[in-house]
């Protein structure tokens, strides 16, 4: 593999997953929707993560917005992970997958290129929530737009490895749904994203306490909380990089023909 090579194979995988974006127009706006509801119409209502009532005062209305954005952003990037991992699926079953891989390269590069592809397009749905936060005027630092640059790209890309890893072992379209309901809100729900893990150990939740500070996407989340405001947790970046590198080679060696599952897959017809 030389330099052209990978650079021609990487430009063409990419260019691919974005003329599909931007064919399907409502792709942006429905990966919007979800969390500006919940940046709206959540934040009025949750109870007593400030010490509040169930609607509290404005100000601390805004403070929740504030706490919940990085939380809600890192939803952005899960959810189009996961959605990645679907069009694998419906690649897989089309045939083109294979085609794919059976390029003169590297599995785990080709992969890679799918995935730095797909991490491209969850940056840019991050920044378009970010300018929807600026719109309702949750107080973020336009410097943090800048300082989480890398933050989300290497948690798009962990992500977006989970949901690779998970395409592996989804064999039909049909399946994925409930594939998801068992990955996506577990890691969701149980992680710092609506309300702080103290909070948690407080109100005396010690196993969903244990469970979310070992989520992944924990990590992911407090990594661009503190990169929003200039600082960098250093642990969560090791967990997230140590978790991309744990995801995505379970997933290379998954479509791996000669000794991953796709070796027990059905040939296409």
Same mark, same amino acid.
């Given at each position: 593999m030389n330099f052209n090579h990978a650079a021609q194979a990487m430009l063409a995988v990419g260019?691919?997953?974005?003329?599909? @974006?931007?064919?399907?127009?409502?792709? &942006? @706006?429905?990966?919007?929707?979800?969390?500006?509801?919940?940046? *709206?119409?959540?934040?009025?209502?949750?109870?007593?993560?400030?010490?509040?009532?169930? *609607?509290?005062?404005?100000?601390?209305?805004?403070?929740?917005?504030?706490? *919940?954005?990085?939380?809600?952003?890192?939803?952005?990037?899960? /959810?189009?992970?996961?959605?990645?991992?679907l069009a694998m699926v419906y690649d897989r079953e089309m045939g083109l997958m294979r085609l794919l891989l059976t390029a003169p390269l590297p599995r785990w590069f080709l992969l890679l290129c799918k995935l730095g592809a797909g991490t491209l397009l969850s940056t &840019?749905?991050?920044?378009?929530?970010? *300018?929807?936060?600026?719109v309702f005027k949750v107080d973020i630092p336009w410097t943090g737009w800048i300082y989480a640059l890398p933050a989300i790209i290497v948690s798009g890309m962990m992500l977006g490895a989970l949901g690779l890893l998970l395409s592996v072992h989804i064999k039909q379209l049909e399946n994925f749904a409930g594939t998801m309901n068992f990955v996506i809100f577990p890691m969701f729900f149980i992680s710092s994203a609506l309300y702080p893990l103290w909070k948690l150990q407080e109100a005396g939740?010690?196993?969903? /306490?244990?469970?979310?500070? /070992?989520?992944? /996407?924990?990590?992911?989340?407090e990594l661009i909380r503190h990169s929003l405001y200039g600082k960098l947790n250093g642990i969560s970046l090791a967990v997230v990089c140590v978790s991309f590198v744990i995801f995505f080679a379970l997933a290379a060696h998954g479509y791996n023909p000669q000794r991953g599952i796709l070796k027990r897959s059905p040939q296409p017809a």
């Open positions: 260019s691919r997953e974005v003329v599909k @974006f931007v064919r399907q127009k409502g792709r &942006l @706006f429905s990966s919007l929707v979800r969390p500006a509801l919940w940046l *709206i119409v959540f934040a009025v209502g949750f109870q007593n993560v400030f010490g509040v009532a169930v *609607i509290p005062p404005y100000e601390t209305y805004i403070e929740y917005q504030v706490y *919940i954005a990085p939380g809600l952003l890192g939803m952005v990037l899960l /959810f189009n992970g996961m959605q990645s991992s &840019l749905q991050g920044y378009a929530f970010l *300018i929807l936060c600026a939740a010690e196993v969903v /306490f244990q469970l979310a500070r /070992f989520n992944p /996407f924990t990590h992911a989340v």
